[in-house]
Every structure is written in structure tokens, then in C-alpha cells.
């Protein structure tokens, strides 16, 4: 696999929300189109694997839509003993079943086919409610974000490397983010290997393992980025494509 593959499969966390130095870089454009009515979420979560193993494309196993549903099932019914995490899983939830939110698309290349990134916005009223940033690195290795705001601050990230490994044995990861008044409160992942079309399923099962949040500024300044919509666009290129060495 490419440096910049392993770079970003390994989340853009490890990298400080970046790819990498590996290649040239210059301007490449960025193309916007606006969609209507949409309330769905990308699928559910996926992950980096060893150096050995090769990227996959995403488990077809559901539509995204079911895939969504089970995520929101599984991650707001029951009372967390926070109040501060019923409240943002609360606002969560009222964010997914919006069906009223008008969808924004921007998407942006990287020089010499060494990847691409795609942004949606999800707005109602002009203002930003989620925000979903698909990373694909060279050899369909990537990531995915989904961001959820509340009045234009970070409530909770959500983030999905894609599937990785041998169809037979194939990894997934997904990490949480929990924000409280600009700061993160609750980080959590959770890891699956199995075959490739029952391992959402298994993801689904698996309990979160509560981790450190020394990511969670890195991820929280990406949120950011994205909620600019067009005018990151030079920003996300100069972290998510591969710059030129110094």
C-alpha cells in the first residue's frame, strides 16, 4: 500500500487530520452542487488494517439508510448517567430524523490522482446541522466524518475508516467524540474483525471502549474547517493532499 494510503487508513487522527509529504501538490478545482431534501447518514463505520492486508471497498451488506438507523438504535435509547451525553445524544437524534435539512455538496481532487475529498453540508434556516467529509486516499483507502453542530459549535463526531484487510478477515474501527461547551467530555472506539459481509453487523454489537480525547481538538479544528463549506476548500487541500517536500 502507498505511504499516503497507510497515512490516512490509519484515520486522519494519527496524522494530525493530514495525509502526509508525498507527492507534488498544486491547485486542482473543486466542483459544488446543491441537492434537496435529505436526512440520511452514511454508513456505519470501517477501518485500517496491517501493512500486509489491502483496502476494500465499503461492505455493501445494507443500504445506508438501514445502516444509519441501526447506528442511531444503538447509540441513543439508553441513559448514559451523563446529562451532559443525554443532551448532545438528544440533539443527535432530532438531527437525524430532520428531514427538512437541504443538502450542499462540494467535492475537490487531488493533483495526479493521489486522492479526493467530498463535503456535505446538511443546513436548515442557513445554518449548518451536520456535516459529513469523505476522504478517499490513493488505493481507496480513507475516511469518513460525520460532525454534528449546534448553533454552529461541534456537538459530536463521528468517525468511520474504511473497511481494510482480506475479504474473508476484514477490519473495522470507529471512534466518538462527545463535545460540552467547546470541549470534548467522552471519546470512545470500537474495533471488529470478520468476514467482510457480516462485520457491520458485528460493529453494531460491539460495546465502546472509552479512550483518551487527545485527538478530539484535532478533530474539532477539522469540524470547523468543514462547517466553512467552499471557502475551506484551499484549507482542506493543503491538510488532506499530499504537499510537496521542504
Known amino acids: 500500500m502507498s505511504r499516503l494510503a497507510m497515512i490516512f487508513a490509519g484515520v486522519l487522527l494519527a496524522a494530525g487530520c493530514g495525509r502526509g509529504a508525498t507527492a507534488p501538490a498544486s491547485s486542482s478545482g473543486a466542483a459544488a452542487a446543491t441537492g434537496g431534501e435529505h436526512g440520511a447518514s452514511p454508513p456505519a463505520a470501517s477501518a485500517p488494517a496491517a501493512a500486509s492486508a489491502t483496502a476494500q471497498p465499503a461492505p455493501q451488506t445494507a443500504a445506508p439508510d438501514a445502516a444509519a438507523d441501526a447506528e442511531h438504535q444503538s447509540a441513543a435509547p439508553e441513559a448514559s448517567g451523563d446529562p451532559r451525553i443525554d443532551e448532545i445524544r438528544k440533539k443527535y437524534a432530532e438531527i437525524q430524523a430532520d428531514k427538512g435539512l437541504r443538502t450542499s455538496v462540494l467535492r475537490m481532487d487531488c ?136
Not at 123 to 139: F, H, R
Open 111 to 246: 493533483p495526479s490522482s493521489e486522492g479526493s475529498a467530498e463535503v456535505q453540508l446538511y443546513q436548515k434556516n442557513g445554518a449548518v446541522s451536520k456535516a459529513v467529509l469523505k476522504d478517499i486516499a490513493a488505493g481507496d483507502a480513507g475516511s469518513t466524518y460525520q460532525f454534528y453542530y449546534d448553533r454552529g459549535q461541534l456537538i459530536f463526531a463521528l468517525n468511520d475508516a474504511f473497511p481494510f484487510g482480506e475479504p474473508a478477515n476484514t477490519r473495522l474501527l470507529q471512534r466518538r467524540y462527545y463535545y460540552y461547551q467547546g470541549s470534548p467530555i467522552l471519546c470512545t472506539k470500537k474495533e471488529v474483525w470478520g468476514p467482510a459481509d457480516e462485520v457491520e453487523a458485528l460493529l453494531r454489537k460491539e460495546p465502546d471502549e472509552r479512550v483518551d480525547c487527545s485527538f478530539a481538538p484535532k478533530v474539532q479544528r477539522l469540524a470547523s474547517m468543514v462547517l466553512r463549506g467552499a471557502a475551506a476548500i484551499d484549507d482542506l487541500k493543503k491538510l488532506l493532499c499530499p504537499q510537496p517536500p521542504h
